[in-house]
C-alpha cells in the first residue's frame, strides 16, 4: 500500500537551477494536487489537476509549472528556483472532492 | 473563491482538558469540509469530514466536529485531550463540482502534562 509517492523527500539547489519534483499515486485516484508548506501559512495550493489531461492553477502558481503525465503522476517543475520557493512541497490525490491522500513531503531548500 | 480561517495559531491546553479549535470558512457555493492532523515531520492525515447529513461528525482519536451553516463554522472539538495529540491541526473546505481543496493557516495543538 504505497498510496502517495513523492520524491526526493529533500533537495538543496541553488539560485537559477531547475528541477523537478515527482509524485506518483496508485489509488487510482482522478485528482491530484501539488501544495506548499511555509510556518504560519498553512497549506496552499499551486496546480491541481482534476483529471488525466488537466490542470489548472491554485492560489500560489507563479514560478512553477506541473504535467500530469498520466492518472498515476504528476509532476511539479521549478524553472528558476528562487530562495522564495524554500518550502515544503506536498503531494496529494483524491477521488473528486472527497479525502485528500498525502505524501511525505520533500523539502527543498534553494540558496 | 474560497477561503479558510483558522483564528488560533497557536492552543496551549493540560492533559485530560478539553479542547475545541476554531475554523470558519467563506464560500458561495456548498463545500464539503475536512480537518486533518499533521504529526511532527509527517504528512497530513483526515481525522473526520463533513460531506452531507447528521452536523455532527465523529473522527478518529475521540474527535468530533460541528458543521454550522448559518455560522459558516466547523469547530473541533475533544473532551479529554492526551500528550499524544500534541500535533498541528488543518482545516480544508472543497467546493462542491471543483476538484479542489483549499486549506486554513492551522492551529499548533500543544498539551502540558
Known amino acids: 500500500n504505497a498510496g502517495v509517492t513523492q520524491t526526493p523527500k529533500f533537495q538543496v539547489l541553488k539560485t537559477g537551477q531547475s528541477m523537478t519534483l515527482q509524485c506518483a499515486q496508485d489509488?487510482?485516484?482522478?485528482?491530484m494536487y501539488w501544495y506548499r508548506q511555509d510556518p504560519g501559512m498553512g497549506l496552499r495550493l499551486i496546480y491541481y489537476?482534476?483529471?488525466?489531461?488537466?490542470?489548472d492553477k491554485g492560489e500560489v502558481p507563479n514560478g512553477y509549472n506541473v504535467s500530469r503525465l498520466n492518472k498515476r503522476e504528476f509532476s511539479l517543475r521549478l524553472e528558476s528556483a528562487a530562495p522564495s520557493q524554500t518550502s515544503v512541497y506536498f503531494c496529494?490525490?483524491?477521488?473528486?472532492?472527497?479525502?485528500?491522500?498525502f505524501g511525505q513531503g520533500t523539502r527543498l531548500t534553494v540558496v | 473563491a474560497q477561503s479558510v480561517t483558522q483564528l488560533d495559531s497557536q492552543v496551549p491546553v493540560f492533559e485530560e482538558a478539553p479542547v475545541e479549535l476554531r475554523c470558519n470558512y467563506s464560500?458561495?457555493?456548498?463545500?464539503?469540509l475536512f480537518w486533518y492532523v499533521q504529526y511532527p515531520n509527517q504528512g497530513l492525515q483526515l481525522l473526520l469530514k463533513?460531506?452531507?447529513?447528521?452536523?455532527l461528525v465523529k473522527g478518529i482519536n475521540g474527535f468530533e466536529a460541528e458543521f454550522n451553516k448559518s455560522q459558516t463554522s466547523f469547530h473541533l472539538r475533544k473532551p479529554s485531550v492526551h500528550i499524544s495529540d500534541t500535533a498541528e491541526y488543518f482545516c480544508?473546505?472543497?467546493?462542491?463540482?471543483?476538484?479542489?481543496?483549499?486549506f486554513g493557516s492551522g492551529t499548533r495543538l500543544s498539551i502540558r502534562p
Open positions: 496529494a490525490s483524491s477521488e473528486a472532492e472527497r479525502e485528500a491522500f
Open positions: 489509488m487510482n485516484h482522478n485528482s
Open positions: 489537476s482534476a483529471s488525466e489531461g488537466t490542470t
Open positions: 464560500s458561495s457555493v456548498s463545500v464539503y
Open positions: 463533513y460531506l452531507s447529513g447528521s452536523t
Open positions: 480544508a473546505v472543497s467546493p462542491w463540482g471543483a476538484s479542489k481543496i483549499i
